[in-house]
C-alpha cells in the first residue's frame, strides 16, 4: 500500500487565477505527470501537433467513444465536437503517473463522478474579484468584451468552489507554488476503492 499509485489532480479557477504559471513553477518536482488533453472533431490548424494540443479525431470515430461511454464529459461547439477521452487517462493511470486536469467546475463535477476515489480537487483564486479584473487587463490579450466575460464566469464559478477539496488563494506565486506542490506529491498516495478492498481481503488471512 506505500507504493505511488496512478491518481488524478483536479486544478480549477477562473482565467487570470495563475494555474499555468504555478504548474510550470512545480512540474519538475511532481514526479511523472500526464496532461489530460481534448478530443476534438474540428480540423488541425497550423502550428498544432496531434496529441499536444487535442487528440484530432473524424466525428464517426467520436461517436463511437460516445457510444462506448468512453468520455468524461463531452460537448458540440459550433458544430465540432469536443470532449475528455477516458483512454488516454486510463493508459496513464495504469503507468502510475499523475493524470492533472486543467478543467472548470462542470468538468471537476464529471471527474468526481467517475474517478472521486482517487481524486484530489483544488480550486486556485485570486485573493478578490477586483485582483482578479485587474490581471485579466494587464494581460492585454483580450478584449474588454471577453475579460468581462470572464468575470462573469468566475463570479459563477467562485460559488461552486466548496464542491473542491483545497482551496489555493494565489497571491503571492511562490507561496502558492509551495501549496501546490505537497498537494500534488500528496495526491500520488490517494488509494482507489478497489485496492482498499483487496488489501482488506489480504489483510484478513486468518
Known amino acids: ?18 494555474k499555468s504559471s504555478l504548474i510550470n513553477k512545480i512540474i519538475n518536482d511532481i514526479g511523472e505527470c500526464y496532461f489530460s488533453i481534448s478530443t476534438t472533431t474540428r480540423p488541425i490548424r497550423d502550428g498544432e501537433v496531434d496529441g499536444v494540443h487535442y487528440y484530432f479525431v473524424d466525428e464517426e470515430e467520436f ?37 492533472i486536469f486543467d478543467i472548470d467546475v462542470q468538468g471537476n463535477h464529471s471527474v468526481m463522478n467517475r474517478l472521486g476515489d482517487i481524486t484530489t480537487s483544488v480550486f486556485i483564486t485570486p485573493p478578490t474579484l477586483s485582483e482578479l ?11 474588454q468584451e471577453v475579460i468581462d466575460r470572464r ?3 468566475a463570479k459563477r464559478e467562485i460559488q461552486r468552489i466548496s464542491e473542491y477539496e483545497y482551496v489555493i488563494i494565489n497571491d503571492d506565486l511562490d507561496k502558492a507554488a509551495d501549496k501546490l506542490r505537497l498537494l500534488a506529491l500528496t495526491a500520488r498516495y490517494k488509494i482507489s476503492n478497489d485496492e482498499i478492498n483487496e488489501f482488506v481481503q489480504k489483510w484478513e488471512d486468518l
Open 1 to 18: 500500500m506505500s507504493h505511488i499509485n496512478g491518481a488524478v489532480l483536479v486544478l480549477s479557477g477562473p482565467s487570470g487565477a495563475g
Open 63 to 99: 461517436k463511437k467513444e460516445i457510444e462506448e461511454d468512453q468520455f468524461l464529459e463531452y460537448a458540440l461547439v459550433h458544430g465540432n465536437y469536443y470532449g475528455t477521452s477516458l483512454k488516454p487517462v486510463k493508459k496513464a493511470l495504469s503507468e502510475g503517473k499523475l493524470v
Open 133 to 143: 479584473k485587474r490581471r485579466l487587463e494587464h494581460r492585454s490579450t483580450d478584449a
Open 151 to 153: 468575470v462573469e464566469m
